[in-house]
């Protein structure tokens, strides 16, 4: 069915992320995956062709695209048959570094975002601890300020792009809440790799998205430079629920693409493999279920569609995201479940792609918010 979100251009850009994507990057996936990581080459080459800057100012060298491009960019790197890859990626163009533009001063946009987009740092969102992940407001990693410096001391947990990055957006307490009000007092931070007192305590190995590497991280005493606060000091909280949506909406989207390349897949090996006499897709018992999975996929798309074009446009939509996120992670995990059992015992096998979507797709009803969490938001929204 046609997309009516997207517009010639957005098209277009598709064509070009689509033709480098089968041709420079799913050939490697397998490798990358094995190896834990991707490698600086790749993270050039996205530079190189301008698809680490599309909604970027094009002062400071991005593209001066809108959402709906970063949406194109998702939807394909996702296409490529290791979410760890469009993981990684999709978490330097749109879960960290969005928040420089939208937050940091003339000074540190122009120290920061030509090598972001040329692919030279790469960035990771530090804000999960050992000891809280959707309690955002419980995070205790400290940030004291002494004279020019802020003291950071504290430890992250699942920071992705955090074994390999460069450049963390790293949120901690300047001040502690107050009751009513334990949101605020929470600051955001720009921590360069390589900083005193900073350091990787842990490569964390994990169930699926095996190509994105994930860290522990640890900060003693960490001297990080006054003019590296990233907005306003205790507006931390507020200014990273503003850029919630655009990390949720692209959970959903990356989820969405990978279940549809594993739909695509389970299509193709029902009309090749033969069971009685006759090929698999000619069985009513699973083409009614795959009849059930394409409907799911165009409700969520619809959903899914609707949350970015609202976003696109700069309208609230809490709610519409919340849901798209919701709905679209739990119906790719449906598609993921249903994937590997139409293979039979080949959808066991690492050599099939639904198995490793069926490993990296679980993530995306925990990670950028839970399901129950969304839950929580909508139940709000609809129950007061
Ligand atoms: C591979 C991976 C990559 C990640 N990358 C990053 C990253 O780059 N940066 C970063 O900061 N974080 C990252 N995360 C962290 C991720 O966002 C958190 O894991 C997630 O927010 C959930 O937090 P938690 O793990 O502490 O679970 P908890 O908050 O402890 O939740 C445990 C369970 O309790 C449920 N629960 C919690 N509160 C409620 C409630 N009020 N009502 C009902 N149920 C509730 C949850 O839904 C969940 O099922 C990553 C996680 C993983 C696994």
Redesign the pocket.
Known sequence: MGRRIFSDEHEMLRKSIRAFVEKEVTPHVREWEDAGRIPRSLWRRLGELGFLGLEFPTEHGGGGGDFLSSVVLGEEMARCRSGGVA?SVL?HTD?SSPWLTRFGTEAQKRRYLPRIIAGELVC?????EPG????MAALSTRAERRGAHYVLTGG???????VYGDLYFVAARTAPGTPGRRHDGISMFLVERGLPGFSVSRKLD?MG?RA?D?AELAFEECAVPAENLLGVEGQGFQQLAAGLQRERLMAAVLALSGATQALEDTLAYLRERTAFGEPLAARQALRHRVADLATDLEAARALVDHAASLYAGGEECVTEVSMAKLFATEVANKVAYEAVQLHGGYGYMREFPVEGFFRDVR?WT????????M??IIAKRVLG
Do not use: P
Request: no cysteine; hydrophobic share 45%; proline share 0%.
């Open positions: 993981f978490v879960m990771a969102l530090a804000i999960t809280t992940g959707s309690d992250k947990l699942f920071i992705t792009n955090g994990k998205m994105s994930t993530l925990i990670a950028s918010g839970t399901s129950e969490i839950r929580e």
